[in-house]
């Protein structure tokens, strides 16, 4: 069975802070493409990365960077410096197999204080 | 590119009504998805197009779901005989590739309530 975890439901931090969102994934596919997206309070999912599973390289997008590490099945995301606008709830999301539909957590709600 | 697009955005319904939801992928998005979303939950998927042909739809909630993709391009998700369990956001989503791994974009979604 495909699984996505996201063990923390809520985060709140301080404005300029790191944060960290983990997300841990089951999968029985040696090949499949992990996700993360982003929804704020509009309600309308924004598509922030896709990482295929054999491309284990790390990305940093602005202040936005990805942890994929396939040993441990996990895909944390990071957001450096956060910033109000960042407040959301953060979604990781799985896909395998030919349907292509996407296995979510979650989600993870940031509240980023100013 | 003009996004995914969803319509209505809000319906509120009354028990046993019907409701039929559109959502108008990206043009030229060969495959379109559907999702519910609860609250406090991640979207879950029901059912999903490849073009005009709806290739699973053993995930729909119940026989009172269906959905439909006339000639490839828009979409229409209805619930015969509402209950108020099926209130939830219900969410579109198109992505280009035919492989399976696209990246997918989702619409803005319509909220749903049954009274």
């Known amino acids: 069975a495909q699984k996505v975890t996201q063990a923390q439901t809520e985060i709140s931090v301080v404005e300029k802070e790191d944060v960290t969102l983990d997300c841990v994934y089951e999968t029985r596919d040696t090949t499949y493409y992990l996700f993360w997206y982003k929804q704020p309070p509009s309600g309308e999912l924004v598509f922030l990365i896709r990482?295929?599973?054999?491309?284990?390289q790390n990305e940093i997008s602005g202040r936005y960077s990805w942890n994929f590490q396939k040993s441990t099945s996990s895909f944390n995301f990071t957001i450096t410096a956060s910033q109000v606008v960042d407040s959301a709830v953060y979604f990781c999301a799985l896909c395998g197999g030919s349907q292509g539909n996407l296995i979510f957590g979650k989600g993870t709600k940031l509240s980023v204080k100013p | 590119d003009t996004g995914v697009s969803q319509n209505p955005r809000h319906k509120i319904t009354k028990r046993g009504q019907n409701v039929t939801f559109r959502c108008d992928p990206i043009s030229e998005h060969n495959r379109l998805y559907w999702y519910r979303q609860t609250l406090g939950q991640g979207p879950e998927f029901l059912t999903y197009?490849?073009?005009?042909?709806?290739?699973?739809k053993s995930r729909l909630l119940s026989d009172r779901f269906s959905a439909e993709r006339p000639k490839g391009s828009f979409s229409t998700l209805e619930i015969q005989r509402t209950e108020q369990g099926d209130s939830a956001m219900y969410l579109c989503?198109?992505?280009?590739?035919?492989?399976?791994?696209?990246?997918?974009?989702f619409g803005p979604g319509t909220r749903l309530l049954v009274l």
């Open positions: 989503a198109s992505s280009p590739a035919l492989a399976s791994w696209g990246t997918q974009y």
């Open positions: 197009f490849q073009n005009e042909a709806q290739l699973e």
């Open positions: 990482r295929n599973s054999f491309d284990e």
